[in-house]
């Protein structure tokens, strides 16, 4: 079969990180939106660590070390801000959450 | 095939699988330690109704086998073909998964536990970390498994578990990395993360990690010992599935076949995390005092220790079959029970000729198969013994102390156990720069 | 078999790791990825979104460990398949509503959503297509064995020296002392 080289990895990469955007830009539940947003970050991580071994040294992995630390900290205070909203308006939908449009 | 057999064993240097890359003795181990596990797993759950009820002075299940030896396979057969009860409104996928979900977090871990030198499945070089983040998914199938069953008394106690294992696996992760910090005092400087490399370090610095920087491994492994129990939700921490107050928590709805698989999740994550406190601080497969009895007699007493064991439980089950009562209603228990005393001594006979042939082979070849299978058999044994003994332990506890209220629980979580490991590991790490 | 594997066993333990069926792994690691994902975002049920995805956080851990990137496969089960994906799940019971399973599942911008990922698609193949030939069609091989201690190295430094990343290390702790007070701000019912 054919060997397997840095570029398919970034194909599934890729993938991943479309399957994200389609997640974050049409589902209607917000929870899932930033399921879908932590799809990308995965994504991106996936890229960095494939091209890490494709130079050879480290530097990719220490980067996707500090980008989970980033998503981990991001999912918290991304989902007090669910919690926060959820108590006033008691919904969960993106499409009602629209107390700021004009 | 015993050609292949051989070639194996006997190569230049006794490996893992993992390390040689060779699927078929990976398959081979982890068919051994399955099997192992599920007999561990129906042992415990004998011993703890005997162990319980003896410390509540009655008897236990007395009139399936003699002396209930065959109780867990009463119970095991009763569970399987009980009926399957799923609630009405509960989510039929999940409810399914959730137990898988466990188990598979319960089961991977032993993938690198160490037994011996070279007799783990695949030596990782990031082993704890591995099983520390492994078993942290058990959570994922509780959290589960309470919300599926649709219904407040699993979730409320899927939710109090789950808050209670998440805490303490801060204690305990704290804990272990102290730990760690004392494996790269050795010569080379540098610590490791791998299972066997740990209790390696253990063996060339000359000292068991919970002797090490007395009192500060002690300590650790206090705070270790008590994370591990609330982790698996036994007692003194099992409010979250106390019967008297959640009627049974997140496994309420289960029935049968299910329920028996959170069973065997328990009882194989206590086995999991027993195994990596002996790993770390008990110095894993090492016999008790390796430097202070060093001479080669006293190895070869040590050597004989694991028949003498079975000596001693043939022994235990020859004196159960005297004191039977001359009833004839006991006279199938008595026979069964005397059978059970021929294939313990049976054992022992056979444990007690390896050990005699792998020392007597001492003094011409050292290397000699014999030796070789003779001490692979030592450093389970002392493995399982030191893990055998936290088994008891376990039961003990739960026979013992009443069980905590849950906020007094995640107050001790929080506020007694994390800041005293913090302390731990500050301390650890001082005396280790100031040591070396 | 006999003599190969007393051979294959020296080279492979010289070599560091042994890879082990590779290409096999990789494409199942791969579909199991994908399939997640797509699952992921199409489950009406946002348990089922949130166990999909952890069997995609898995998926892509056993793609990192055949990256030669042990650590990093450790760090990604324990903070995101063992914390992050926990605290999901006790949001979606939290907020789990009836009517929120009954309404209809995307949003009311979704063709334009679908549009603009279709463009993201076409600008990602044709970077591929024409970028193909400059990646090299072998990968080499690290050692395993000494992964954590470089990443170690980096992070914190060799002793005397600080290392590339320290600066950014303490940043990111505390970064992480911000998220957990801002999310415990946020929840409480009185501030």
Same mark, same amino acid.
């Given at each position: 079969?054919?060997?397997?080289?840095?570029?398919?990895?970034?194909?599934?990469?890729?993938?991943?990180?479309?399957?994200?955007?389609?997640?974050?830009?049409?589902?209607?539940?917000?929870?899932?939106?930033?399921?879908?947003?932590?799809?990308?970050?995965?994504?991106?991580?996936?890229?960095?660590?494939?091209?890490?071994?494709?130079?050879?040294?480290?530097?990719?992995?220490?980067?996707?070390?500090?980008?989970?630390?980033?998503?981990?900290?991001?999912?918290?205070?991304?989902?007090?801000?669910?919690?926060?909203?959820?108590?006033?308006?008691?919904?969960?939908?993106?499409?009602?959450?629209?107390?700021?449009?004009? | 095939?015993?050609?292949?057999?051989?070639?194996?064993?006997?190569?230049?240097?006794?490996?893992?699988?993992?390390?040689?890359?060779?699927?078929?003795?990976?398959?081979?181990? @982890?068919?051994?330690?399955?099997?192992?596990?599920?007999?561990?797993?129906?042992?415990?759950?004998?011993?703890?109704?005997?162990?319980?009820?003896?410390?509540?002075?009655?008897?236990?299940?007395? #009139?399936?086998?003699?002396?209930?030896?065959?109780?867990?396979?009463?119970?095991?057969?009763?569970?399987?073909?009980?009926?399957?009860?799923?609630?009405?409104?509960?989510?039929?996928?999940?409810?399914?998964?959730?137990?898988?979900?466990?188990?598979?977090?319960?089961?991977?871990?032993?993938?690198?536990?160490?037994?011996?030198?070279?007799?783990?499945?695949?030596? !990782?070089?990031? &082993?704890?970390?591995?099983?520390?983040?492994?078993?942290?998914?058990?959570? /994922?199938?509780?959290?589960?498994?309470?919300?599926?069953?649709?219904?407040?008394?699993?979730?409320?106690?899927?939710?109090?578990?789950?808050?209670?294992?998440?805490?303490?696996? @801060?204690?305990?992760?704290?804990?272990?990395?102290?730990?760690? /910090?004392?494996?790269?005092?050795?010569?080379?400087?540098?610590?490791?993360?791998? !299972?066997?490399?740990?209790?390696?370090?253990?063996?060339?610095?000359?000292?068991?990690?919970?002797?090490?920087?007395?009192?500060?491994?002690?300590?650790?492994?206090?705070?270790?010992?008590?994370?591990?129990?609330?982790?698996?939700? #036994?007692?003194?921490?099992?409010?979250?599935?106390?019967?008297?107050?959640?009627?049974?928590?997140? %496994?309420?709805?289960?029935?049968?076949?299910?329920?028996?698989?959170?069973?065997?999740?328990?009882?194989?994550?206590?086995?999991? @995390?027993?195994?990596?406190?002996?790993? /770390?601080?008990?110095?894993?497969?090492?016999?008790?005092?390796?430097?202070?009895?060093?001479?080669?007699?006293?190895?070869?007493?040590?050597?004989?220790?694991?028949?003498?064991?079975?000596?001693?439980?043939?022994?235990?089950?020859?004196?159960?079959?005297?004191?039977?009562?001359? %009833?004839?209603?006991?006279?199938?228990?008595?026979?069964?029970?005397?059978?059970?005393?021929?294939?313990?001594?049976?054992?022992?006979?056979?444990?007690?000729?390896?050990?005699?042939?792998?020392?007597?082979?001492?003094?011409?070849?050292?290397?000699?198969?014999?030796?070789?299978?003779?001490?692979?058999?030592?450093?389970?044994?002392?493995?399982?013994?030191?893990?055998? @003994?936290?088994?008891?332990?376990?039961?003990?506890? #739960?026979?013992?102390?009443?069980?905590?209220?849950?906020?007094? /629980? !995640?107050?001790? &979580?929080?506020?007694?156990?994390?800041?005293?490991?913090?302390?731990?590991?500050?301390?650890?790490?001082?005396?280790?720069?100031?040591?070396? | 078999?006999?003599?190969?594997?007393?051979?294959?066993?020296?080279?492979?333990?010289?070599?560091?790791?042994?890879?082990?069926?590779?290409?096999?792994?990789?494409?199942?690691?791969?579909?199991?990825?994908?399939?997640?994902?797509?699952?992921?975002?199409?489950?009406?049920?946002?348990?089922? *979104?949130?166990?999909?995805?952890?069997?995609?956080?898995?998926?892509?851990?056993? +793609?990192?460990?055949?990256?030669?990137?042990?650590?990093?496969?450790?760090? =990604?089960?324990?903070?995101?398949?063992?914390?992050?994906?926990?605290?999901?799940?006790?949001?979606?019971?939290?907020?789990?509503?009836?009517?929120?399973?009954?309404?209809? =599942?995307?949003?009311?911008?979704?063709?334009?959503?679908?549009?603009?990922?279709?463009?993201?698609?076409?600008?990602?193949?044709?970077?591929?297509?024409?970028?193909?030939? +400059?990646?090299?069609?072998?990968?080499? *091989?690290?050692?395993? *064995?000494?992964?954590?201690?470089?990443?170690?190295?980096?992070?914190?430094?060799?002793?005397?020296?600080?290392?590339?990343?320290?600066?950014?290390?303490?940043?990111? *702790?505390?970064?992480?002392?911000?998220?957990?007070?801002?999310?415990?701000?946020?929840?409480?019912?009185?501030?």
């Amino acid at each position: 079969m054919v060997p397997i080289t840095t570029f398919h990895y970034l194909v599934v990469a890729a993938a991943l990180f479309v399957l994200g955007v389609i997640g974050v830009l049409t589902r209607r539940n917000v929870v899932i939106v930033l399921m879908s947003i932590e799809l990308i970050l995965n994504a991106v991580n996936l890229n960095l660590v494939a091209f890490s071994r494709m130079w050879g040294n480290l530097h990719g992995q220490v980067f996707s070390i500090f980008v989970t630390v980033d998503a981990a900290a991001e999912a918290a205070v991304g989902l007090g801000i669910l919690i926060a909203f959820f108590r006033n308006k008691e919904t969960i939908n993106v499409d009602e959450i629209d107390l700021l449009k004009w | 095939m015993p050609n292949f057999i051989m070639s194996y064993l006997n190569s230049k240097d006794a490996i893992t699988p993992g390390a040689a890359g060779s699927q078929f003795w990976a398959l081979v181990y @982890v068919f051994i330690i399955f099997a192992g596990v599920s007999v561990a797993v129906m042992a415990m759950n004998w011993l703890e109704r005997k162990a319980l009820a003896h410390f509540q002075i009655r008897l236990g299940p007395m #009139r399936v086998g003699p002396h209930g030896l065959l109780q867990p396979i009463a119970d095991a057969i009763k569970l399987m073909l009980k009926e399957d009860i799923i609630p009405a409104e509960a989510d039929q996928f999940v409810f399914w998964v959730a137990p898988l979900i466990g188990l598979l977090a319960a089961f991977t871990v032993y993938t690198v536990i160490p037994f011996g030198p070279s007799q783990a499945v695949s030596d !990782m070089n990031i &082993g704890i970390l591995f099983m520390l983040g492994v078993s942290s998914l058990g959570v /994922l199938g509780i959290v589960v498994a309470g919300w599926a069953s649709n219904s407040h008394y699993p979730l409320i106690g899927a939710l109090r578990s789950s808050a209670q294992m998440v805490s303490y696996e @801060v204690a305990m992760g704290l804990a272990v990395v102290s730990a760690i /910090l004392m494996t790269s005092l050795n010569a080379t400087g540098t610590g490791t993360l791998s !299972m066997i490399g740990i209790v390696q370090a253990q063996q060339q610095q000359g000292v068991w990690f919970i002797f090490k920087f007395f009192p500060l491994g002690l300590i650790a492994f206090g705070i270790f010992a008590i994370a591990m129990i609330a982790e698996t939700n #036994r007692a003194p921490f099992d409010m979250a599935e106390a019967e008297s107050e959640l009627t049974a928590g997140y %496994h309420t709805e289960y029935s049968g076949l299910r329920w028996s698989l959170f069973m065997l999740a328990e009882y194989a994550a206590m086995i999991a @995390v027993s195994s990596i406190a002996v790993a /770390l601080w008990l110095g894993g497969w090492m016999r008790p005092f390796p430097n202070l009895l060093n001479a080669p007699a006293w190895d070869f007493i040590f050597s004989l220790f694991p028949a003498l064991t079975f000596f001693g439980l043939a022994a235990i089950a020859i004196v159960g079959v005297v004191r039977m009562p001359a %009833h004839s209603f006991f006279k199938i228990q008595r026979i069964g029970l005397a059978a059970f005393a021929a294939v313990l001594g049976f054992i022992a006979l056979l444990l007690l000729v390896i050990a005699v042939a792998g020392r007597s082979a001492d003094a011409s070849v050292a290397a000699s198969p014999a030796a070789k299978f003779s001490e692979g058999i030592d450093y389970v044994y002392w493995f399982v013994f030191k893990v055998a @003994v936290f088994m008891y332990l376990f039961i003990w506890y #739960r026979a013992t102390w009443p069980r905590y209220r849950f906020d007094q /629980l !995640m107050k001790i &979580g929080w506020k007694v156990m994390l800041p005293i490991s913090l302390v731990v590991l500050i301390a650890t790490a001082i005396v280790g720069v100031l040591v070396s | 078999m006999n003599p190969a594997l007393n051979s294959g066993l020296n080279s492979a333990v010289n070599a560091g790791m042994a890879p082990v069926a590779t290409p096999w792994f990789f494409y199942v690691l791969a579909g199991l990825a994908v399939v997640s994902g797509l699952l992921v975002i199409t489950r009406r049920n946002a348990v089922h *979104s949130a166990l999909a995805l952890i069997v995609t956080l898995l998926a892509v851990t056993g +793609l990192y460990l055949m990256l030669y990137a042990p650590f990093v496969a450790a760090v =990604q089960i324990f903070v995101y398949a063992g914390g992050i994906m926990l605290l999901f799940l006790f949001v979606i019971m939290l907020v789990n509503i009836e009517r929120s399973s009954k309404d209809r =599942q995307f949003n009311r911008m979704w063709p334009v959503g679908l549009a603009a990922a279709c463009a993201l698609l076409v600008l990602f193949v044709s970077a591929f297509v024409k970028g193909k030939a +400059l990646f090299p069609d072998r990968m080499i *091989s690290l050692p395993e *064995s000494s992964n954590t201690q470089q990443i170690a190295g980096m992070l914190y430094g060799e002793a005397g020296k600080m290392g590339e990343y320290t600066f950014a290390f303490e940043i990111a *702790s505390l970064l992480l002392l911000v998220a957990i007070l801002g999310a415990v701000i946020m929840t409480k019912k009185k501030i």
